[in-house]
């Protein structure tokens, strides 16, 4: 049995032409036609561009209210899955996007000292919006298989596949079909072109896309163009990006934006001296830590050992240093203070350990201070570990990765 179909929305165009459609045709996508068996959720990050946010209260709330559609809001409400979901807004009257709950993206990036991961594909997607919708939605279902429409376009193919998978091992594990996955933009063979088309005709205007500010894929959620042009009318949410990955790449050198990139080279091409001055304003008033950063990189299994020895192996000659293995990281606060106090700090430490200060622009161009205690061979040797010291904007949270300090202990002690 089913028990309601529910639009899983985001706040873009996609989702807003699924959601239109609908409402135009109800019985074309069993749905009722007084709209008592269907709802509307959508999850925020807390991060969104404001333009996007005015589109949907102007244009699509005042559509929901006229037809008494319900129209749920929810964020996560901590960092662990125990805290629950925050529901925001529950109402068939709605009036207001709550764009951010208790917990955000944002905050979780910044006590984490990372920018979103562009290996692996969207986990920050599952994590803040996957995740709360679903438990607002089994739990209201109370068994019952959920429809939920997904406004994926005809040119996703590829994303309603790779979802349908995901859905087949989450019912596998459930022992029971939880969610009955439906996509009708693809169904009715609207790409991106129609679906634009159909909103402007529909709405007058032409949608604000919706993405975070911080997304790693903003060159391909909006032209890049498009984007640099959006970050320099809101100049405020880049130099917070800026920050942010200014402080991953004080951690981590590899750990930029893009893939192959940085925000800050982008923005600096671009000539948006508003941005960049909001970022070193930033970066000049707030608080700074010295922060102890230590590595350990594995080396990981032959292929020949999975082969041999199933899943697991801690068999040392069975590794090899030219083969990933896993990386195991701890970051410590060990003070705080001004920008300049931290510097001076870092100075100090230096003399006292005899090593250099090394004063870097080659990763990041604002330039990062490090001293190195212990330096890893090269990039692609694993096997190894890295020890440091370097200033950065205070905030992230001490964390190891669980059995860090026995794989340290182990990797430094036999080197």
């Not at 993405?211 to 959006?230: A, E, I, T």
């Not at 830590?289 to 020895?309: F, S």
């Not at 860090?404 to 002690?413: G, L």
Request: proline share 4%.
């Amino acid at each position: 049995m089913q028990h309601c179909r529910i639009g899983d929305r985001g706040l873009g165009v996609d989702s807003t032409a699924l959601a239109l459609a609908i409402i135009n045709e109800p019985a074309a996508f069993g749905v009722a036609t007084d709209f008592s068996d269907f709802s509307i959720v959508t999850a925020m990050t807390g991060f969104e561009f404001p333009d996007t946010i005015s589109d949907v209260e102007n244009h699509v709330l005042p559509l929901l209210r006229e037809k008494g559609i319900r129209y749920t809001q929810v964020a996560r409400a901590g960092h662990l899955e125990s805290a629950g979901v925050q529901v925001l807004s529950d109402t068939t009257n709605p009036g207001k996007v709550f764009d951010h709950g208790q917990w955000t993206l944002m905050d979780e990036l910044e006590a984490n000292g990372t920018v979103p991961q562009y290996a692996g594909g969207h986990k920050c997607a599952q994590k803040f919006k996957a995740f709360a919708i679903d438990d607002l939605q089994l739990r209201e279902a109370g068994g019952q298989t959920v429809g939920k429409l997904f406004g994926y376009n005809a040119d996703e193919r590829k994303r309603a596949v790779k979802a349908n998978k995901a859905q087949a091992e989450r019912n596998e594990r459930a022992g029971r079909q939880t969610f009955a996955l439906d996509y009708p933009l693809l169904r009715l063979g609207w790409g991106r072109k129609d679906v634009q088309g159909y909103v402007k005709d529909r709405l007058g205007i032409d949608m604000s896309k919706s993405y975070c500010p911080v997304c790693p894929f903003s060159g391909v959620c909006s032209p890049q163009p498009d984007h640099l042009k959006r970050l320099r009318k809101y100049p405020d949410l880049a130099a917070r990006v800026l920050r942010l990955e200014y402080l991953s790449m004080a951690l981590n050198d590899n750990s930029s934006l893009y893939k192959d990139d940085t925000l800050f080279r982008r923005v600096t091409h671009d000539q948006n001296t508003e941005a960049l001055g909001q970022f070193n304003a930033r970066l000049d008033e707030e608080p700074w830590a010295v922060y102890r950063v230590q590595r350990v990189y594995t080396a990981g299994r032959r292929p020949e050992c999975k082969t041999d020895h199933g899943d697991r192996c801690a068999k040392p000659e069975c590794r090899d240093n030219g083969i990933k293995g896993t990386v195991y990281r701890s970051v410590k606060t060990v003070r705080t203070g001004s920008r300049t106090e931290a510097g001076t700090f870092l100075t100090t430490a230096a003399t006292a350990l005899n090593r250099p200060v090394e004063h870097s622009t080659d990763a990041h161009g604002a330039g990062i201070a490090r001293v190195r205690t212990r330096v890893r061979p090269d990039s692609k040797t694993y096997g190894t570990a890295e020890d440091f010291y370097v200033t950065a904007p205070a905030g992230v949270q001490d964390k190891a990765r669980p059995a860090f300090a026995e794989v340290w202990a182990a990797m430094t002690d036999s080197q």
